[in-house]
């Protein structure tokens, strides 16, 4: 059954650093998106990207957030200079985008910014 | 704006119990409701959704979920919980594709323990 990978699964960083989260979502899929959660709290939406574009983007989407198709099949999350509170699980998610779609999650990337 | 309320953020049964665990949601319109279900160390799976077909939708492993309009209601249950069903479970909701709002707003999810 087709997935949604993501590298790496765990990554430690300084703060101030830079970032990027890799997926791969599933490959008939057009619509991507990644979504946070800190640590004993609740998944949050960060943003949505179709046809080379932002379709849909969250407060928490400021300008040190980027997200990138560099390719055909990978999707990336880059934090150009990461702060504490960004140290989450991140998840990328892809869909149809056809009808009752669902929504297909990876299995996270686990960050923590020392 | 959209929002999910879990009432309860640990629900603790026996084995072989109901399981009953509790989402109510507001949206501003038709709401399409997911349930997810994390395992440790894993990512979210999904249980099921509504996107206004049948208000009794059926997912997997033994798991359903009721859409109550008049309640803003989308409990999910399960007649007889089993050991690895023990999980933690989001409710989520969406506009669907129809509003151009895919975002998924989650709620706070809740934490099964099953007991022997």
């Known amino acids: 059954e087709p997935e949604v990978t993501q590298t790496p699964s765990h990554q430690v960083t300084q703060m101030g650093q830079e970032v990027i989260l890799r997926c791969v979502p599933i490959?008939?899929?057009?619509?991507f998106y990644w979504y946070r959660q800190i640590l004993g709290q609740k998944v949050e939406f960060l943003v949505s990207f179709y046809n080379n574009e932002i379709s849909e983007k969250s407060e928490i989407f400021d300008d040190q957030f980027s997200v990138e198709r560099p390719d055909g099949s990978n999707f990336t999350l880059k934090i150009r200079s990461t702060k504490l509170e960004d140290s989450a699980m991140y998840f990328c998610?892809?869909?149809?985008?056809?009808?009752?779609?669902?929504?297909?999650f990876g299995p996270g990337t686990r960050l923590l910014v020392l | 704006a959209q929002s999910v309320t879990q009432l309860g953020s640990h629900v603790s049964v026996s084995e072989g119990a109901l399981v009953l665990l509790r989402c109510n949601y507001s949206s501003s319109v038709p709401p399409y409701l997911f349930w997810y279900v994390q395992y440790p160390n894993q990512g979210l799976q999904l249980l099921l959704k509504?996107?206004?077909?049948?208000?009794l939708v059926k997912g997997i492993n033994g798991f359903e979920a009721e859409f109550k309009k008049s309640e803003t209601s989308f409990h999910l249950t399960k007649p007889s919980a089993h050991m690895s069903d023990a999980a933690e479970y989001f409710c989520?909701?969406?506009?669907?594709?129809?509003?151009?709002?895919?975002?998924?707003?989650f709620g706070s999810g809740t934490r099964l323990q099953v007991q022997p």
């Open positions: 490959s008939n899929h057009l619509y």
């Open positions: 998610a892809s869909s149809t985008g056809q009808g009752r779609e669902t929504q297909y």
């Open positions: 989520a909701v969406s506009g669907g594709g129809d509003t151009g709002r895919r975002a998924l707003t």
């Open positions: 509504y996107t206004s077909a049948a208000t």
